[in-house]
């Protein structure tokens, strides 16, 4: 029994140190992350119109002694507050002025009941006011996930990737039950928020462990498009997943389920990633402030931003303005993202290599400007059909912009800095909440205030006006003190070697051997 155990143990502990298998987990984290994040997005908006509507309708539901007996008749005059009607029961046979009364009182009925329609609140203002409220809630989760990213990548310095990534694990499963069991909006909003610590964990600590055991350029560039494939699946099966089970199961399946996947990798984190061990790093990063004074890193940034701003003010808007133009149901609110999520999918996998070889500046120059022109053709939509196509424009482009420019974030460190990821990473990150802070808040905003076609206007006019500020990012230059380290031969890090018009690269030691030939 002890002998054959032997080669499994040693398979296992070979595994530990298995570039794959990090990958793997780093794409299973950010899976579960954004499909907590996705999967609320079709239930919130339809969930807290019914819980109020059923509080409005059981709060004040009262009978009206009324119309006085008469010896040949008697009526009961019921009001309900749930759609303004009015119901007169009893016996109609007491004359003309009884059955005129009867039948004028039941047109009354039938006329309010016509226009509360549920499956179709038009001009309510109640779910125009509901744009604000759910935009908040959205954006807590990037607000508070904002203000933890700077402490996370300072942390991530200091004791390593593994404790931060499981820390994360734990919240996000608290979380995940929260949701499944609140049934108020202070509840979700705290629910909500913690996700944003457990999500400032895993994505921080995962690109950074990314980025360390990947130093190749483009190995690492091809690793971070395979894990943002994780994020775009769960961007993907989010929507959808909810919204279908939200409509045939019910509010707490979707987030049961997910739990459930949260406990499951969990138990792979513990087994491979040993989260009880500090394992600093070796050299001290560069400060996040000094980060933040490089204009390269905040064009990376702002473009990071600024893309995903655009789908960050659609989940919240979106649903509203489907419900209020269209008339949709439930499972169609979810549905609708599909199409992007799809294209989010085939994108962040075509472009995390083709991206590599066509120059990652163009390629987020050219996703920016394709989610503008796809942001300003979603209001011309007047059904769920028409959505299809610009929904796809914004989805594939987001995954150009996402591939192109979180390797461009490690390899401006590597080519600038110090060659740590935990805070440039942390300023991705950043970048990344701050358009799921501003988009959904301002979004719901003036959504409400000018209305949902100015919104799309609007944040496509600065996807394009942003786009050509990408054009920096071709030729970055090296910092005379990082190039002398490079070109140390002892460096694992490939030495960048450039020229006016281009860069070229190739690993420590090539330039002597084709000089000797």
Partial sequence: MALSELPLLRWLRESRHSRKLILFIVFVALLLDNMLLTVVVPIIPSYLYSIRHEKNATEIQTVKPGLTSSPTGSFQNIFSYYDNSTVVTGNATGGPQLGQLYKTTTQLMVTNTSTTAPDCPKEDKELLNENVQVGLLFASKATVQLLTNPFVGLLTNRIGYPIPMFTGFCIMFISTIMFAFSSTYALLLIARSLQGIGSSCSSV??????????????????????????????????PTFGSVLYEFVGKTAPFLVLAALVLLDGAIQIFVLQPSRVQPESQKGT?????????YILIAA???????MAIAMLEPALPIWMMETMCSHKWQLGVAFLPASVSYLIGTNIFGILAHKMGRWLCSLLGMLIVGV???????AKTIYGLIAPNFGVGFAIGMVDSSMMPIMGYLVDLRHVSVYGSVYAIADVAFCMGYAIGPSAGGAIAKTIGFPWLMTIIGIINILFAPLCFFLRSPPAKEEKMAILMDHNCPVKTKMYTQNNIQSYPIGEEEESESD
């Fill in 205 to 238: 600590a995962g690109m950074g462990m990314l980025a360390s055991v990947y130093t190749d350029d483009q190995e690492r560039g091809n690793a971070m498009g395979i894990a943002l494939g994780g994020l775009a699946m769960g961007v993907l099966v989010g």
């Fill in 287 to 295: 400060p996040i402030t000094t980060l933040l004074r490089d204009p």
């Fill in 302 to 308: 702002g473009s990071i931003c600024f893309a995903n």
């Fill in 374 to 380: 796809s942001i300003l053709c979603i209001p011309s």
